[in-house]
């Protein structure tokens, strides 16, 4: 595997459901970040983790958790969405944090009904 | 916060031709610009970085910074129906991990 990778690439879920969202990179980064992408609106930084250390939460609702175990894992967990929680979800890394260029994941394609 | 502002496009240019593509920022202090490249279903792709003023060249894009004018562009030049995409535009601060996205401006190259 090489450069960044999520898992999985589609997920629907009830509003009911648990699921978790999964990336992991192979490019020796120490920044790690989930980016929320819906239609026609601008990416939205979500989680910022820096050397395994939460440094920014965007004001993002409680019902999304991340958790970041080491540099190369990042997951997203999720329970009680909302159908406008429908969206691509973004994982991506840098070197560290600051001025680093960033490379994101594939995506994953998440609906909510 | 940051405000990220690009041309809303959609932009249509034959093949062959140059595309140009215009952001401004609203942070003066701004040290950090990049270009990414989103094709429909896609994740964004990192295309071209710049961090001083002047141009940048990397093949057939490049790109320009001023940051007296908090303006970067991007140019294509001799553009394919394979850059038929969306642009975005992120500019990053100095000790600040959040990248600013603009709403990307779609390009469609007609052959």
């Known amino acids: 595997e090489t450069g960044v990778t999520q898992t999985p690439r589609h997920l629907v879920m009830g509003m009911t459901n648990k699921k978790s969202l999964k990336c992991e990179q192979h490019?020796?980064?120490?920044?790690m970040y989930w980016y929320k992408q819906s239609a026609k609106k601008p990416l939205e930084l979500m989680f910022v983790y820096n050397f395994k250390e939460q440094t920014e939460n965007n004001s993002v609702p409680s019902r999304f958790s991340p958790e970041c175990p080491n540099s190369s894992h990042l997951f997203l967990h999720l329970h009680t969405l909302q159908p406008e929680d429908s969206a691509l979800y973004l994982c991506?890394?840098?070197?560290?944090?600051?001025?680093?260029?960033?490379?994101f994941g594939p995506g994953t394609r998440l609906t909510v009904t | 916060q940051k405000e990220v502002e690009q041309n809303s496009g959609p932009l249509s240019v034959p093949e062959g031709a140059i595309a140009s593509l215009n952001c401004t920022y609203s942070?003066?202090?701004?040290?950090?610009f990049f270009w990414y490249r989103q094709y429909s279903g896609k994740s964004p792709e990192l295309i071209m970085s710049i961090y001083s003023n002047g141009d940048k060249e990397d093949g057939r894009f490049t790109a320009q910074l001023n940051k007296a004018s908090q303006y970067v562009s991007l140019l294509i030049r001799d553009s394919q129906p394979s850059d038929s995409a969306t642009y975005l535009c992120?500019?990053?601060?100095?000790?600040?991990?959040?990248?600013?996205f603009g709403a990307g401006t779609t390009v469609t190259v007609r052959a």
């Open positions: 992120a500019v990053n601060g100095v000790n600040d991990y959040k990248l600013s």
């Open positions: 942070d003066r202090g701004s040290q950090s």
């Open positions: 991506a890394s840098s070197l560290t944090g600051g001025r680093d260029e960033q490379y």
């Open positions: 490019l020796g980064h120490n920044a």
